[in-house]
């Protein structure tokens, strides 16, 4: 069974985008979301983030960034998530204005409010489909390393989901399988469409 995978974070642009770009290279129907206000990047201090619209394309805040100060954005790590991103897709996308991509099968977060976020969204969506759709949150620090960490351990779980005939009747027993062998504990959920 192939599904439609959503990865969701806030508005930096890391975790959920190294998820979508492994999640792409294996081959998985997969988009890639915030939920932010805007896309916020870090800056030279912690009060002055670099702040994105959603929808501005990865290319320009990598060119505007190298002009900033290039030294810096290499060194944090920012320009080569750009430049990743910019292969991936053209621009971030907010998790709200999402209607028109469809439905999906599963929805994975990186973090708990973002988790919370999306449960509520969908709750407040008119469900005329009636189609089921798992939103899974696995909680990963937001820094290059662990988003890495993140991405793979996510597609280890997606595939075990894509591995039984219904992952209505086994979802708990993938999820308890899942936190025993990695030790991170899962939140689940099932809401529709």
């Not at 770009?21 to 870090?42: E, I």
């Not at 505007?64 to 971030?92: F, Q, T």
């Not at 899974?136 to 620090?141: A, F, G, H, Q, W």
């Not at 894509?162 to 099932?190: C, M, N, P, T």
Request: proline share 4%; charged share 30%; aromatic share 10%.
């Amino acid at each position: 069974m192939k599904f439609r995978y959503a990865m969701v974070c806030s508005s930096n642009q890391n975790r959920s985008m190294e998820a979508h770009s492994l999640f792409k290279r294996q081959g998985f129907d997969v988009s890639s979301y915030g939920t932010g206000a805007h896309v916020k990047l870090p800056g030279p201090s912690l009060r002055e983030p670099n702040v994105y619209e959603f929808g501005t394309p990865y290319k320009h805040m990598l060119d505007e960034l190298r002009r900033k100060d290039p030294e810096l954005y290499k060194r944090n790590g920012i320009l080569p998530m750009l430049k990743r991103n910019s292969g991936v897709k053209l621009a971030p996308q907010r998790w709200q204005e999402n209607a028109a991509d469809g439905t999906f099968d599963v929805v994975i977060t990186f973090e708990e409010k973002v988790f919370d976020m999306v449960i509520e969204d969908l709750h407040n969506r008119d469900h005329v489909l009636l189609k089921t759709v798992l939103v899974v949150n696995l909680e990963v620090k937001d820094n290059h390393e662990e988003a890495a960490i993140g991405a793979r351990l996510t597609l280890d779980l997606c595939q075990e989901i894509e591995a039984v005939e219904s992952w209505e009747e086994s979802i708990d027993d993938i999820i308890v399988g899942f936190e025993k062998q990695h030790r991170r504990k899962l939140l689940y959920s099932i809401s529709f469409y």
